[in-house]
Nanobody, 122 residues
């Protein structure tokens, strides 16, 4: 099983930037598709961005042009660069390991991090 640990969250003003990291425990990280999800209070968890082992990426419409997902396989680390942050980006952000089929990301059962809080506010 892959263990995932997120970091990099915090409080930032609207228009600011944050970079989230997700460290994976196993060297087979490079064989998994990876993704970032987020969950705001009283809302369902939503897919933010995903990346295949070949570094093909997909983004939710709400973050296109502002967020960038990337991976460093040699360091078993996933990143999410978030720019031009908005108050509606406030949520707990989760890292996920899984697979993709036909451009759709499928999270692996139990392959979740504990989450990192991102708060966008003055």
């Amino acid at each position: 099983q892959v263990q995932l640990v997120e970091s990099g969250g915090g409080l930032v003003q609207p228009g600011g930037s944050l970079r989230l990291s997700c460290a994976a425990s196993r060297s087979i990280f490079s064989t998994y598709a990876m993704a970032w999800y987020r969950q705001a209070p009283e809302k369902t968890r939503e897919l933010v961005a995903s990346i295949t082992p070949f570094e093909d990426t997909n983004y939710a419409d709400s973050v296109k042009g502002r967020f960038t997902i990337s991976r460093a396989n040699a360091q078993n680390t996933l990143y999410l660069q978030m720019n031009s942050l908005k108050p509606e980006d406030t949520a707990v952000y989760y890292c996920s390991a899984g697979s993709t089929l036909g451009g759709t990301y499928y999270p692996g059962a139990g392959y979740w991090g504990q989450g990192t809080q991102v708060t966008v506010s003055f």
